[in-house]
């Protein structure tokens, strides 16, 4: 069973923008994230959100914006100013449940995607 499904991914020279997508078919999440995985590096969190709470890792901060449509099952991650250092697989995570703690916490999302690469060059 498909939970959750990436897309939007590619590759973009730095400075330009991008825009990720993760539809979850037939279900509202309550909790929602994307996260990152660079070659080499472990798991990060990258934007989180709960009822509307967002939550920024520090180096995304003024670039990336979370959002999600309750309407379509969709959750975006608008990113802007991109660098070569946000090169990485980025997957999409949720939970029904909602979380009130740290958002980014390992083995917190029960559902993820498969994942959808960003390549940025310089």
């Known amino acids: 069973q498909v939970h959750l499904v990436e897309s939007g991914g590619g590759s973009v020279q730095a400075g330009g923008s991008m825009t990720l997508s993760c539809t979850a078919p037939?279900?509202?999440?309550?909790?929602m994230a994307w996260l990152r995985q660079a070659p080499g590096r472990e798991r990060e969190g990258v934007a989180a959100?709960?009822?509307?709470?967002?939550t920024y890792a520090d180096s995304v901060k003024g670039r990336f914006t979370i959002s999600k449509d309750d309407a379509k099952n969709t959750l975006y991650l608008q990113m802007s100013s991109l660098k070569p250092e946000d090169t990485a697989m980025y997957y999409c995570?949720?939970?029904?449940?909602?979380?009130?703690?740290?958002?980014?916490?390992?083995?917190?999302?029960?559902?993820w995607g498969q994942g959808t690469q960003v390549t940025v060059s310089s």
């Open positions: 995570a949720a939970d029904p449940s909602r979380f009130l703690g740290w958002l980014f916490a390992p083995g917190l999302y029960r559902y």
């Open positions: 037939g279900y509202t999440y309550t909790s």
């Open positions: 959100i709960v009822d509307g709470r967002t």
